[in-house]
Structure formats: C-alpha cells, structure tokens
C-alpha cells in the first residue's frame, strides 16, 4: 500500500510513499524508546539549545516550509509563512522557558509535611497531527515534550 501527496490545485501526484510495515512501526518505537534513554538525562538548558536551534531552523528555511504547505494543502503563501513564522514563536516559548517548564512545584496543603508536582519526562509520545496546520500542531506537541525530555514519533493525520 502506498500513501500519496496531492497537490490540491492541480491534483497531480507530487510524491508516494510505502505505508509502514507492523515491523517497520515496532522498529521505529525501538529506536525511539532507545533515544529516550539518552534523551531524558540530557540537561534541560541543552535539550532546550535543541529546540531552539529548531526555531532558528524554522526562520532559516520559513519561505521553503511555506512554499510545501502551500504545495501540499493548498493553503494561500501569506497563511503557511504566518504559520511556519507561529511555529517558529512556539518553539522558541519552549526553549526560552525550558527551566521554568520542567522544574518541580511545591505547594502548600493543610496540616504537616510537604507536597510537590515533580515534571519528569514519560517516555515515548505518539502524535497524531491535523493536516490542516502542519507547522502550527507538530510544533504545539513536539517543542514541549522535547523540552521535558520525551521522545516523539509523528503522524499526520489522513
């Protein structure tokens, strides 16, 4: 089975691709699960440099991710820069307050002892994007569970 690509405005098939395997998904949460290992015990202000460095990516190339947004979904270019341009600011939220995101909360309750919200990362997040805003959802899901220090394997939505 193949998934195609099709350019809305003019229905050509720009590109196909094989459906994955039920072996080729299990090696894919393998490799993930194995990143996560290594993921998680990076430092919050390096994963955080990461996911900047994501951000400028996104700035860097914005007219050519604008320009597969356009092709792809036929959303009008000044829609898909103003989405890869918001994709970008979300991205950068997360690595500008990486330290404040996964840091551990104290709070107070009645009577004696303490009590904390600890942020530890879960592990592997599967994600299943919308089609209509490709930049704006992967980067509202991946930015922040990069930052906490899970592992990510995406999926837009057919």
Excluded at 98 to 124: M, N, Q, W
Aim: hydrophobic residues 45%; contains cysteine.
């Amino acid at each position: 089975m193949t998934y195609a690509v099709t350019d809305p405005t003019t229905g050509e098939i720009r590109e196909t691709f094989a459906t994955f395997t039920d072996d080729q998904i299990q090696d894919a949460v393998t490799t993930t699960e194995a990143g996560y290992r290594t993921w998680r015990e990076v430092p919050v202000a390096d994963r955080a440099a990461a996911v900047r460095r994501c951000a400028q990516i996104q700035r860097d190339r914005r007219e050519e991710f604008a320009q597969i947004i356009t092709a792809e979904m036929g959303k009008p270019l000044d829609q898909a820069l103003g989405e890869v341009d918001l994709a970008a600011d979300i991205t950068e939220f997360y690595a500008d307050n990486a330290e404040a995101i996964t840091a551990d909360r104290p709070f107070d309750i009645l009577g004696e002892g303490s009590a904390l919200v600890r942020r530890a990362p879960l592990g592997v997040l599967f994600g299943i994007m919308p089609w209509n805003f490709p930049s704006y959802q992967v980067a509202r899901f991946a930015a922040p569970n990069l930052v906490l220090g899970n592992t990510i394997i995406l999926k837009h939505a057919p």
